[in-house]
Protein backbone atom coordinates (compact mmCIF):
# COMPACT_ATOMS: atom_id res chain seq x y z
CA UNK A 1 0.00 0.00 0.00
CA UNK A 2 2.86 2.48 -0.07
CA UNK A 3 4.15 1.94 -2.98
CA UNK A 4 0.63 1.99 -4.09
CA UNK A 5 0.08 5.68 -2.44
CA UNK A 6 3.58 6.84 -4.26
CA UNK A 7 2.53 5.70 -7.38
CA UNK A 8 -0.19 8.23 -7.54
CA UNK A 9 2.71 10.52 -8.13
CA UNK A 10 5.38 8.12 -9.17
CA UNK A 11 5.51 6.53 -12.53
CA UNK A 12 8.22 3.90 -11.12
CA UNK A 13 5.89 3.44 -8.39
CA UNK A 14 2.42 3.02 -9.97
CA UNK A 15 4.08 0.47 -12.76
CA UNK A 16 5.37 -1.61 -9.30
CA UNK A 17 1.74 -1.45 -7.77
CA UNK A 18 0.17 -3.38 -11.22
CA UNK A 19 3.17 -5.89 -11.36
CA UNK A 20 2.25 -6.24 -7.54
CA UNK A 21 -1.24 -6.70 -8.40
CA UNK A 22 -1.19 -8.94 -11.73
CA UNK A 23 1.56 -11.05 -9.48
CA UNK A 24 -0.96 -11.75 -7.03
CA UNK A 25 -3.88 -12.41 -9.26
CA UNK A 26 -1.39 -15.14 -11.21
CA UNK A 27 -0.87 -17.15 -7.90
CA UNK A 28 -4.72 -16.92 -7.07
CA UNK A 29 -5.23 -18.12 -10.65
CA UNK A 30 -2.22 -21.33 -10.71
CA UNK A 31 -3.59 -22.42 -7.29
CA UNK A 32 -7.16 -22.53 -8.68
CA UNK A 33 -6.14 -24.56 -11.81
CA UNK A 34 -3.67 -26.73 -9.59
CA UNK A 35 -7.09 -27.76 -7.30
CA UNK A 36 -8.92 -28.51 -10.62
CA UNK A 37 -6.72 -30.52 -12.20
CA UNK A 38 -6.42 -32.24 -8.54
CA UNK A 39 -10.11 -32.59 -8.47
CA UNK A 40 -10.73 -33.12 -11.97
CA UNK A 41 -10.38 -37.23 -12.09
CA UNK A 42 -13.98 -38.49 -11.08
CA UNK A 43 -14.49 -35.17 -8.73
CA UNK A 44 -17.62 -33.97 -7.96
CA UNK A 45 -19.08 -30.44 -7.99
CA UNK A 46 -18.63 -29.58 -4.63
CA UNK A 47 -14.68 -31.10 -4.69
CA UNK A 48 -14.60 -28.77 -7.85
CA UNK A 49 -16.46 -25.91 -6.00
CA UNK A 50 -13.06 -24.46 -4.30
CA UNK A 51 -10.96 -24.15 -6.98
CA UNK A 52 -13.76 -22.53 -9.27
CA UNK A 53 -14.65 -19.81 -6.84
CA UNK A 54 -10.49 -19.17 -7.01
CA UNK A 55 -10.60 -19.19 -10.47
CA UNK A 56 -13.38 -16.80 -10.04
CA UNK A 57 -11.83 -14.24 -8.09
CA UNK A 58 -8.75 -14.36 -9.85
CA UNK A 59 -10.57 -13.94 -13.77
CA UNK A 60 -12.80 -10.96 -11.65
CA UNK A 61 -9.54 -9.11 -10.72
CA UNK A 62 -7.82 -10.03 -13.64
CA UNK A 63 -10.39 -7.84 -15.23
CA UNK A 64 -9.37 -4.52 -13.26
CA UNK A 65 -6.40 -4.42 -14.55
CA UNK A 66 -7.73 -3.02 -17.52
CA UNK A 67 -8.59 0.52 -17.26
CA UNK A 68 -11.84 0.25 -19.03
CA UNK A 69 -13.47 -1.82 -16.41
CA UNK A 70 -12.27 0.13 -14.01
CA UNK A 71 -13.58 3.21 -15.28
CA UNK A 72 -17.11 1.70 -15.65
CA UNK A 73 -17.13 1.10 -11.83
CA UNK A 74 -15.97 4.66 -11.26
CA UNK A 75 -19.61 5.23 -12.57
CA UNK A 76 -21.26 3.72 -9.85
CA UNK A 77 -18.44 4.16 -7.25
CA UNK A 78 -16.57 7.53 -5.70
CA UNK A 79 -12.67 6.46 -7.19
CA UNK A 80 -10.32 8.00 -9.34
CA UNK A 81 -10.15 4.86 -12.17
CA UNK A 82 -6.50 5.61 -12.70
CA UNK A 83 -5.48 5.57 -8.91
CA UNK A 84 -3.04 2.54 -8.18
CA UNK A 85 -4.20 2.70 -4.97
CA UNK A 86 -7.96 2.23 -6.01
CA UNK A 87 -6.52 -0.77 -8.05
CA UNK A 88 -4.64 -2.60 -5.58
CA UNK A 89 -7.83 -1.99 -3.03
CA UNK A 90 -10.15 -3.26 -5.37
CA UNK A 91 -8.32 -6.41 -6.24
CA UNK A 92 -7.55 -6.90 -2.75
CA UNK A 93 -10.72 -7.15 -1.74
CA UNK A 94 -11.66 -9.90 -4.49
CA UNK A 95 -9.43 -12.19 -4.14
CA UNK A 96 -9.88 -12.12 0.29
CA UNK A 97 -13.05 -12.87 -0.70
CA UNK A 98 -12.60 -15.47 -3.00
CA UNK A 99 -10.17 -17.18 -1.08
CA UNK A 100 -12.44 -17.17 1.87
CA UNK A 101 -15.41 -18.31 0.15
CA UNK A 102 -12.89 -21.12 -1.59
CA UNK A 103 -12.03 -22.43 2.06
CA UNK A 104 -15.48 -22.41 3.39
CA UNK A 105 -16.79 -24.42 0.00
CA UNK A 106 -13.35 -26.91 0.63
CA UNK A 107 -13.56 -27.19 4.67
CA UNK A 108 -15.11 -27.77 7.62
CA UNK A 109 -14.78 -24.67 9.19
CA UNK A 110 -16.87 -25.12 12.11
CA UNK A 111 -14.65 -28.17 13.18
CA UNK A 112 -11.61 -26.59 12.51
CA UNK A 113 -12.42 -23.26 14.78
CA UNK A 114 -13.37 -26.08 18.14
CA UNK A 115 -10.06 -27.61 17.57
CA UNK A 116 -8.26 -24.53 17.26
CA UNK A 117 -6.53 -23.17 20.46
CA UNK A 118 -8.46 -20.62 22.56
CA UNK A 119 -8.34 -17.60 21.62
CA UNK A 120 -6.34 -15.40 23.76
CA UNK A 121 -6.69 -11.25 24.56
CA UNK A 122 -3.44 -11.09 23.11
CA UNK A 123 -4.47 -12.38 20.00
CA UNK A 124 -6.77 -10.53 19.77
CA UNK A 125 -5.10 -7.17 19.67
CA UNK A 126 -2.25 -9.33 17.28
CA UNK A 127 -4.68 -10.19 15.19
CA UNK A 128 -6.20 -6.39 14.91
CA UNK A 129 -2.89 -4.56 14.67
CA UNK A 130 -2.24 -5.23 10.56
CA UNK A 131 -5.80 -4.15 9.65
CA UNK A 132 -4.90 -0.86 11.75
CA UNK A 133 -1.96 -0.41 9.76
CA UNK A 134 -3.73 -0.97 6.32
CA UNK A 135 -6.02 0.95 7.27
CA UNK A 136 -3.81 4.42 8.07
CA UNK A 137 -0.79 3.47 5.20
CA UNK A 138 -3.68 3.15 2.79
CA UNK A 139 -4.79 6.10 2.83
CA UNK A 140 -1.59 7.48 2.23
CA UNK A 141 0.29 8.07 6.03
CA UNK A 142 3.80 9.73 5.33
CA UNK A 143 3.60 9.40 1.88
CA UNK A 144 0.36 12.01 0.76
CA UNK A 145 -1.08 12.61 4.57
CA UNK A 146 0.45 14.15 7.72
CA UNK A 147 -1.28 12.48 10.60
CA UNK A 148 -4.32 14.91 11.22
CA UNK A 149 -5.16 14.22 7.43
CA UNK A 150 -5.49 10.52 7.94
CA UNK A 151 -7.55 10.81 10.73
CA UNK A 152 -10.13 13.12 8.93
CA UNK A 153 -9.69 10.97 5.43
CA UNK A 154 -10.83 8.35 7.80
CA UNK A 155 -13.64 9.33 9.61
CA UNK A 156 -12.36 9.86 12.73
CA UNK A 157 -13.26 12.76 14.64
CA UNK A 158 -14.16 13.68 18.24
CA UNK A 159 -17.62 12.77 18.41
CA UNK A 160 -20.41 14.46 19.46
CA UNK A 161 -22.35 13.15 22.95
CA UNK A 162 -25.61 12.78 20.50
CA UNK A 163 -23.68 11.05 18.73
CA UNK A 164 -22.55 8.20 21.27
CA UNK A 165 -25.82 7.80 22.08
CA UNK A 166 -27.02 6.90 18.57
CA UNK A 167 -23.65 4.86 18.52
CA UNK A 168 -25.03 2.92 22.20
CA UNK A 169 -28.71 2.48 20.66
CA UNK A 170 -27.28 1.21 16.87
CA UNK A 171 -25.19 -1.30 19.29
CA UNK A 172 -28.39 -2.59 21.27
CA UNK A 173 -30.31 -3.04 17.83
CA UNK A 174 -27.25 -5.03 16.61
CA UNK A 175 -27.57 -7.15 19.42
CA UNK A 176 -31.12 -8.03 19.17
CA UNK A 177 -30.70 -8.62 15.50
CA UNK A 178 -27.84 -11.43 16.39
CA UNK A 179 -30.38 -13.04 18.87
CA UNK A 180 -32.94 -13.30 16.69
CA UNK A 181 -30.61 -14.63 13.92
CA UNK A 182 -29.39 -17.25 16.61
CA UNK A 183 -32.73 -18.36 17.47
CA UNK A 184 -33.58 -18.24 13.56
CA UNK A 185 -30.45 -21.00 13.17
CA UNK A 186 -31.66 -23.09 15.90
CA UNK A 187 -35.19 -23.08 14.11
CA UNK A 188 -33.81 -23.69 10.15
CA UNK A 189 -30.83 -26.35 11.35
CA UNK A 190 -30.69 -27.23 15.35
CA UNK A 191 -27.16 -29.80 14.93
CA UNK A 192 -25.66 -27.04 12.71
CA UNK A 193 -26.83 -24.30 15.62
CA UNK A 194 -24.90 -26.34 17.91
CA UNK A 195 -22.12 -27.05 16.49
CA UNK A 196 -21.66 -23.04 16.17
CA UNK A 197 -22.48 -22.49 19.36
CA UNK A 198 -19.59 -25.21 21.15
CA UNK A 199 -17.00 -24.14 18.24
CA UNK A 200 -17.56 -20.43 18.92
CA UNK A 201 -18.02 -21.55 22.84
CA UNK A 202 -14.20 -23.32 23.06
CA UNK A 203 -12.59 -20.30 20.48
CA UNK A 204 -13.59 -17.41 22.86
CA UNK A 205 -13.52 -19.45 25.85
CA UNK A 206 -10.35 -17.52 27.40
CA UNK A 207 -12.02 -14.10 26.55
CA UNK A 208 -13.58 -13.42 29.91
CA UNK A 209 -13.22 -10.80 32.73
CA UNK A 210 -13.36 -6.76 32.42
CA UNK A 211 -9.99 -7.06 30.30
CA UNK A 212 -10.99 -9.79 27.94
CA UNK A 213 -14.30 -8.14 27.30
CA UNK A 214 -12.55 -4.86 26.81
CA UNK A 215 -9.83 -6.11 24.21
CA UNK A 216 -12.32 -7.80 22.22
CA UNK A 217 -14.70 -4.82 22.31
CA UNK A 218 -12.17 -2.34 21.44
CA UNK A 219 -9.13 -4.00 19.69
CA UNK A 220 -11.72 -5.19 16.64
CA UNK A 221 -13.66 -1.98 16.78
CA UNK A 222 -10.88 0.41 16.28
CA UNK A 223 -9.40 -1.66 13.49
CA UNK A 224 -11.63 -2.82 11.69
CA UNK A 225 -13.90 0.16 11.53
CA UNK A 226 -10.52 2.30 10.58
CA UNK A 227 -9.70 -0.08 7.56
CA UNK A 228 -13.61 -1.12 6.47
CA UNK A 229 -15.39 1.79 7.08
CA UNK A 230 -12.80 4.61 6.86
CA UNK A 231 -10.12 3.50 4.56
CA UNK A 232 -12.20 1.47 2.19
CA UNK A 233 -16.03 2.57 2.31
CA UNK A 234 -15.60 6.09 1.02
CA UNK A 235 -13.84 4.53 -2.17
CA UNK A 236 -15.03 1.40 -2.98
CA UNK A 237 -18.75 1.74 -1.34
CA UNK A 238 -20.83 0.23 1.59
CA UNK A 239 -21.94 -3.09 0.03
CA UNK A 240 -17.99 -3.76 -1.25
CA UNK A 241 -16.41 -3.02 2.65
CA UNK A 242 -19.26 -5.21 4.32
CA UNK A 243 -17.97 -8.39 1.96
CA UNK A 244 -14.60 -7.59 3.25
CA UNK A 245 -15.70 -7.32 6.53
CA UNK A 246 -17.67 -10.57 6.90
CA UNK A 247 -14.37 -11.83 4.68
CA UNK A 248 -12.25 -11.66 7.73
CA UNK A 249 -14.68 -13.51 9.72
CA UNK A 250 -14.50 -16.85 8.79
CA UNK A 251 -15.09 -18.24 12.34
CA UNK A 252 -18.90 -18.46 11.49
CA UNK A 253 -18.86 -20.33 8.55
CA UNK A 254 -21.72 -20.84 6.12
CA UNK A 255 -24.37 -19.75 8.64
CA UNK A 256 -26.87 -16.92 9.76
CA UNK A 257 -24.64 -15.96 11.34
CA UNK A 258 -21.73 -14.95 8.56
CA UNK A 259 -25.33 -13.44 7.17
CA UNK A 260 -25.61 -11.08 10.65
CA UNK A 261 -21.95 -10.02 10.05
CA UNK A 262 -22.34 -8.84 6.94
CA UNK A 263 -25.67 -6.53 8.23
CA UNK A 264 -23.80 -5.49 11.06
CA UNK A 265 -21.46 -4.24 8.36
CA UNK A 266 -24.26 -2.68 5.86
CA UNK A 267 -25.50 -1.36 9.27
CA UNK A 268 -21.83 -0.06 10.72
CA UNK A 269 -21.68 1.56 7.17
CA UNK A 270 -25.08 3.23 7.23
CA UNK A 271 -23.42 5.09 10.61
CA UNK A 272 -20.03 5.80 8.64
CA UNK A 273 -21.91 7.38 5.75
CA UNK A 274 -24.39 9.32 7.69
CA UNK A 275 -22.55 10.41 10.75
CA UNK A 276 -18.34 9.34 10.88
CA UNK A 277 -16.31 6.65 11.77
CA UNK A 278 -15.35 7.38 15.52
CA UNK A 279 -19.41 6.89 16.07
CA UNK A 280 -19.22 3.49 13.69
CA UNK A 281 -16.20 2.62 16.18
CA UNK A 282 -18.45 3.56 19.14
CA UNK A 283 -21.29 0.88 17.93
CA UNK A 284 -18.79 -2.26 17.07
CA UNK A 285 -17.27 -1.91 20.29
CA UNK A 286 -20.35 -1.59 22.17
CA UNK A 287 -21.76 -4.69 20.32
CA UNK A 288 -18.99 -6.78 21.26
CA UNK A 289 -18.98 -5.55 25.14
CA UNK A 290 -22.83 -6.89 24.39
CA UNK A 291 -22.17 -9.99 22.40
CA UNK A 292 -19.15 -10.73 25.39
CA UNK A 293 -21.63 -10.06 28.21
CA UNK A 294 -24.71 -11.28 27.36
CA UNK A 295 -27.83 -10.41 28.52
CA UNK A 296 -29.70 -13.18 30.96
CA UNK A 297 -33.09 -14.38 29.59
CA UNK A 298 -35.06 -12.95 32.26
CA UNK A 299 -33.15 -9.60 31.59
CA UNK A 300 -34.67 -8.99 28.25
CA UNK A 301 -37.76 -7.45 29.00
CA UNK A 302 -36.29 -4.56 31.09
CA UNK A 303 -33.12 -5.01 28.01
CA UNK A 304 -36.18 -4.51 25.34
CA UNK A 305 -37.65 -1.34 27.10
CA UNK A 306 -34.43 -0.13 27.71
CA UNK A 307 -33.39 0.07 23.72
CA UNK A 308 -36.55 1.22 22.55
CA UNK A 309 -35.86 4.12 24.90
CA UNK A 310 -32.63 4.42 23.49
CA UNK A 311 -33.67 4.60 19.91
CA UNK A 312 -36.24 7.39 20.54
CA UNK A 313 -33.85 9.43 22.51
CA UNK A 314 -30.87 9.42 19.72
CA UNK A 315 -33.99 9.79 17.20
CA UNK A 316 -34.25 12.97 18.76
CA UNK A 317 -31.25 13.87 19.39
CA UNK A 318 -30.60 13.08 15.62
CA UNK A 319 -33.47 15.26 14.73
CA UNK A 320 -32.72 18.26 16.87
CA UNK A 321 -28.94 18.05 15.82
CA UNK A 322 -29.18 17.15 12.39
CA UNK A 323 -32.14 18.72 11.11
CA UNK A 324 -30.95 18.89 7.58
CA UNK A 325 -31.28 14.93 7.38
CA UNK A 326 -34.78 15.28 8.18
CA UNK A 327 -35.81 18.19 5.27
CA UNK A 328 -33.72 16.30 2.57
Not at 44 to 52: E, G, H, K, T, W
Amino acid sequence: MIIANLGVRERWARYTTVAITAGAIVLVAFSALSGLIAALPGGSLRSLAPALILLLASALGGSLLATPVRSFLARKLPFDAESPVVLLALVGVILVVGEQASYQAGHDALAAVGKAPQLQPLDVVLQEIPLLLLAIFSVGLFTRRSPAAVLERLGIVRPALWQLLVATAVAGAFYAVSQGGQHLQEQLDPALARRLEESTSHYYAAIAGVFGIAVIALAPGIAEESLFRGALQPRLGMVLAALAFTAVHTQYALTIDTLLVFTLGCGLGAVRRFLNTTTAITAHAAYNALAGIGIPTFLWPAGVGAEVALLILAGLAWRLARPAVFKA
